[in-house]
């Protein structure tokens, strides 16, 4: 199983309109060459300058329209670079700044997606150099690492900041975010194929593995990032070694990362607020595993992953920010704004989400095309010996209706369609429907029913919350409620926005 190319799919409806918000948001002046490389206040070299290309070029291979600032962005980078190929400071021999390699891990990452859209060797170039010079040097230092908690101080802010010295490491209070340019390096090593990227990599890897995440307080992105590239590294290599890490550490983030509202806590043990990054990071983590194994169960997570917290994190002007942490230790049975937006960071990182939130929703086997979740796109496909064109209709999906149109069938073998349904409350099935001619539609209905799934009010896959109302809620009064009165959270996007910062939701009843 393989889900299809950015290139063969295009975002329409909810989803559509929801890219379009963030590509428009990707076009000021936040984004633009004059600002990316002096934006950053907080000591992450890079980070900013790496997330906005990466999201440029996500956003312009899902939608077929280039950027507008994304060419000037690359063109700008190299005028920007040190003597020895990476940004800002140079750092005594033996000397590592966590954030600095954080925020070229983005921006490796970004260069890398760029190379394999456009081909340009001189951005592999600079990429190459940048791992030379930075990264590569690492080898045989991860052991030194700190990983003790009695070494890391708490504290941080929203941005993270450099907190002390230890043993030649400038450590950050984003606790373990040394780990989030793994991304980036194993993106190259799966280009290139360098043996040293890869020898770095299973370094890194194997202190990963020695760390108590939760007893160190590890931030959650920096730990799902991490699994990501591990993923990779499983595509790139076979070894199922880090598929197995991988299944346990996700295992551990579901269990005591995961809010109630399948957002993420920003650090393990600390649910402060939550981060759309780290959200983004959880979706793809969640279908990267079902891509691997099969397991229907992972997609199910995506699903509720995608709609109650990416949905729910995106803000009316088409950025990503902040919530409160519901539940236990947290903001308890409420959902609130905790940043409006986060700009220097989850905004762009929303590109990546939406690309991914689009190209998840059909995979292929053969003959078969996978509907592993839904969402309103035109698609296409190589398959039965002939050229497909798709077209879902998922505007519906809260009623229990998805539709598919063939817009075009010139398959010489029968094609399938498999759709994964789901009431939100005993797993999924596969429905099965053979790909009927061109013009022909394919309509899937499944049930929406309203339950209680512990303490959280669900409607089918859709999470629902309702204005605070006090403490004590009746739950079969809530079970009746009317729409108006419980509504997806996942619909903050469509309020005004100082509608949507003064809101308190109660989820948990």
Known sequence: MKYISLENIRPLGDLGARTALLCGRMTAADYRPERIFSADVSGWPGDWEGRAILAQTMLTRLTGLESSYLKANVAALEGNLNEKGYLKGILPDGEFDEQQLSGHGWLLRGLCE????RGDEKVLELARRMAENLFLPLRGRMQDYPTDPSERTGGGAAAGNVSCVIRGWHLSTDTGCVFIPMDGLSRLWEITGDTRLGELLEEMFQRFRTIDLAGIKAQTHATLTALRAILRMYRVSGQETYLDAAREIFDLYLKKGMTATYANRNWFGRPEWTEPCAIIDSFIVAQRLFEYTGDTDYALTARAIWINGVCRAQRPNGGFGCDSCAGEGGSGDLLLVHIYEAPWCCSMRGGEGMAMGARFCFAQEGDTLLAPMFGSCRAEFQAGGGRIVLREDAEAARQGKVRFFVEENTAQRPVRLKALVSDGRDGGQWRVFRLPQTGGVIQ?????????????????????????AGKVIDPERVLQARAAEAAPIADGYLMEKEALEQSRLRVLF
């Open 444 to 468: 899937v209905e499944f049930g929406v029913p309203r339950f209680f799934r512990g303490r959280r009010l669900m409607q089918g896959e859709w999470m629902l919350g309702m204005k605070d």
């Open 114 to 117: 760029y190379y394999a859209w």
